[in-house]
């Protein structure tokens, strides 16, 4: 109970215990949270990494939780949210200036507001820019990465860095924010001048398009697996006879392959079930690994799932 009344006493945000994640991930699965806090700013966000570090917590960084399977055992320690306590939005010129809680899908309206585009792309693409710049989230052929100036990050000592975009490493759905202990704040963003009723028609089609091909009406994390260099993840899971298959309220999407929906029940267990299904109908068909796309967060007893030699 001391630590409890310590954390709750320690910042102006909530803080919660044995928090289920089901309410925190749009999969709407995972097992409790041993603590969960959502800082209201950065001050908050300084005094929950040092009492970590004074507790020996392990630390767990979340956004809108969009791309992320959380096991059904729960997270033990320290789960950050990164929240409405990051939401400041500005405009100067070409440039803004977004906070880590920012959703996409706000910061791309207001922009098209002030006629600026340039992340058309990102239409209908869930969750807040912390994430999308940690996963380096896009399509195929546009990414986040390259509308970024400069960024702040702060690491789990509570230090803060200026970082410009080669300092993330980016590369495909990755840049150093999923190895190292850092905390993306918030970044400077450009954009271009462009027409609001040209913006308007790329983002209705690139809306229609999504509501075409992936399942939005079910609960789900985005795409499972990554694209391999030369194909879709879509493509050879679908010609690997995926489509539809099913454990416990865990399915495969008829709609896209590489999208896995939660019927409504489903565990953690369902959702690996099918993902080493799935890696074996592909290696099977195509002698082809598929790597993860989205995140598993907390322990996991039972994985066995294929991995690429590095």
Known sequence: MKIQENIKELIKGRVYFNEPMTKHTSFKIGGPAEILAIPLDVDDL??????????????????????????????????????????????????????????????????????LGGFEFAFGIPGALGGAIAMNAGTNSHYISTRIEYAEVIDYNGKIYRFKHDDFYFDYRYSILQEEPLILLNAVLNFERKPFDEILKEKEKSIKGRLEKQPYDLPCAGSVFKNPPTTYAGKVLEESGCKGLRFGDALISEKHANFIVNLGNATAQDVVNLIREAQLRVYKHKDLILELEIKLVGKFRNLNLLERKK
């Open 46 to 115: 300084k005094k929950l990494l040092e009492f970590a570090r004074r507790e020996k917590l392990p630390i767990t960084v979340i956004g809108n939780g969009t791309n992320i399977l959380v096991s059904d055992d729960g997270i033990e320690g320290l789960v950050i949210k990164m929240a409405e306590g990051f939401s400041r939005l500005e405009f100067d010129n070409n440039l803004a200036l977004a906070e880590a809680g920012v959703h996409l899908q706000r910061l791309i309206e207001e922009a098209s507001k002030k006629n």
